[in-house]
């Protein structure tokens, strides 16, 4: 059964750093894209960042470009997304998804975690 | 950047109704389309994927269908269980999601 762990939600400064976790079980890790996708309280779905499975590709929404890195361990089965000079409407549950096939672009979503909540605030 | 609209925003129905949602994309994005429901608290919960192949477990009662531009997402016969919010998602170019249809009881 496929598992998605997500980890290192907190309450973070404007301007701060904050770095996500996702540990991922019962799946060939490797073989597939996995992506970030925030859901600000009380709103819709937002994607945020995707990689391949060998994490060659990256891939970034303008909301966050410059200022998030998506990167993963093939070795640990672990995705993360580095958070730097955060903002206010960072604010969100972070969800990682599991892509339906390995390049970065393309996959839809057949697995989510339960999510991290990151709040943002001075 | 492909927009995704969906509509209505909010559907209020009964058990027994057929409903009917729709989603469309800003340019083409051939059937390169998901569904996703996802209920208070939770995760979303993939249910349709290129455009109308219902995911394994997914009862029968939903069903996708639409190419190009315009997508519609319908339960045949709504069930208490289905009452939550539903979001599409376009996996064409990048990713974007419609805004949601919050799926309430009349």
């Known amino acids: 059964e496929v598992q998605l762990l997500e980890s290192g939600g907190d309450l973070g400064q404007p301007g701060g750093s904050l770095r996500l976790s996702c540990a991922a079980s019962?799946?060939?890790?490797?073989?597939?894209?996995m992506s970030w996708v925030r859901q600000a309280p009380g709103k819709g779905l937002e994607w945020v960042s995707a990689?391949?499975?060998?994490?060659?590709?990256?891939y970034y929404a303008d909301s966050v470009m410059g200022r998030f890195t998506i990167s993963r361990d093939n070795s640990k089965n672990t995705l993360y997304l580095q958070m730097n000079s955060l903002r206010v409407e960072d604010t969100a549950m972070y969800y990682c998804a599991k892509g339906s096939g390995d390049y970065a672009s393309g996959s839809y979503y057949d697995y989510w975690g339960q999510g991290t909540l990151v709040t943002v605030s001075s | 950047d492909i927009q995704m609209t969906q509509s209505p925003s909010t559907l209020s129905a009964s058990v027994g109704d057929r409903v009917t949602i729709t989603c469309r994309a800003s340019?083409?994005?051939?059937?390169?389309l998901a569904w996703y429901q996802q209920k208070p608290g939770k995760a979303p919960k993939l249910l349709i994927s290129k455009a109308s192949s219902l995911e394994s477990g997914v009862p029968s009662r939903f069903s996708g269908s639409g190419s190009g531009t315009e997508f519609t997402l319908t339960i045949s016969s709504l069930q208490p269980d289905d009452f939550a919010t539903y979001y599409c998602?376009?996996?064409?170019?990048?990713?974007?999601f419609g805004q949601g249809t919050k799926l309430e009881s009349k």
């Open positions: 019962g799946l060939t890790f490797s073989s597939h894209a």
């Open positions: 990689i391949s499975g060998s994490g060659g590709s990256t």
């Open positions: 998602q376009q996996y064409n170019s990048y990713y974007s």
């Open positions: 340019q083409s994005i051939r059937s390169w």
